[in-house]
């Protein structure tokens, strides 16, 4: 589903300014159904940060947990034309009900839950060895997630962004943005070195 939020005028990534980052915000904060407190959040942390942290000017994400697993809660929204791109995403095994909301959230090794802040997403496919799903890798940005997203064996959390059937039916992770299979391409080109922002009603 593609909600389509009319801007006068496009302009090339390199051009992004800080004017036209709160003419979108604004777009999408009146013509969109994301949380209000989290879309004010990633807005207002991407300002501050696209710069120095090198994320996309293309898009941002924000997976808004506030809603039930059989929604589309996973928002893409194009930084240059305003357009919001809707896709279903999975929670943690002991965040919440299948096909319900998070009640709990947590960046802890082996916890099972969701992880939650603001995380940078990598630019590299990946596929991993024993199921042989492709894959992009998450970083976490803020000292509360800063080992989610790094490999066990450096102490962090292996958490990524993954196709999984069971997605489908409002299924849960054990940790990971799991999105449904058929969604997989059109939102990993989208994703690449993206702001993704794991809103659960914290920090």
Known sequence: MIVMLLFASEV???????????Q???KVYKHSNINKKALKRAFAYY???YR???LSQKYLAIADYTKTARKKRLYIINLQKGSIYRYKVAHGKYSGAIGGRVKKS?????SKMTPYGFFKVGSFIGKTKKKHYRYLTVKGLQWSNRKVGLPARKGGRDVIIHPAKYVNRGGRSHGCFSICPRDKWNVFAKLKKALFYSYTGRG
Not at 12 to 22: D, E, G, P, R, V
Not at 106 to 110: A, F, L, T, Y
């Open 106 to 110: 947590s960046n802890r090794r082996n």
């Open 52 to 54: 120095t942290k090198r």
């Open 12 to 22: 090339s990534a390199k051009t992004l300014t800080t004017w036209h980052i709160n």
């Open 24 to 26: 979108i915000y604004k």
């Open 47 to 49: 300002k501050k940060n």
